[in-house]
């Protein structure tokens, strides 16, 4: 039901958002608050994906997450990315995370772009990474 009621026209419907995250569908009969931390989020991003949005908005998708659960929902954005034809605008507070789920990034300094680059050549360069976010 949290699925269907916003469903909208368009490649993503039910089968899409399972085949993205199975284990929404093993988990189908269930009520959003009987699901995992993990899986509620799962099928928050499953929910925007069935309204078919032409940009999707992911602010820290993996906040709160257990780092495994935390690893697969972030490969299912990048899949989702890839695969589904589907641009989003990821914000997360762990940057080499979100370097490996997109293709893109832009850094903002006070409301400002300061870097724009290639989100695989900025993860590959510790120094800029370091000066930029404060990480290697």
């Not at 991003?45 to 309204?51: D, E, F, K, Q, S």
């Not at 032409?54 to 257990?66: M, S, T, V």
């Not at 589904?84 to 850094?107: R, S």
């Amino acid at each position: 039901e949290n699925l269907d009621v916003v469903a909208r026209p368009g490649p993503w419907n039910k089968q899409a958002v399972w085949s993205l995250f199975p284990r929404l569908q093993e988990r189908r009969g269930h009520y959003g608050d009987q699901l995992s931390g993990g899986e509620q989020q799962m099928l928050a991003i499953g929910r925007a994906l069935m309204t078919n949005p032409a940009l999707l908005l992911l602010d820290e998708p993996l906040e709160g997450l257990a780092p495994i659960v935390a690893q697969e929902v972030a490969q299912s954005v990048r899949q989702m990315m890839q695969q589904g034809g589907i641009t989003a605008v990821v914000v997360e507070q762990h940057p080499i995370v979100a370097l490996q789920m997109t293709t893109q990034a832009i850094v903002l300094e006070r409301g400002r772009i300061c870097l724009r680059a290639a989100s695989d050549e900025l993860a590959r360069d510790p120094s800029r990474l370091e000066s930029l976010l404060g990480v290697v």
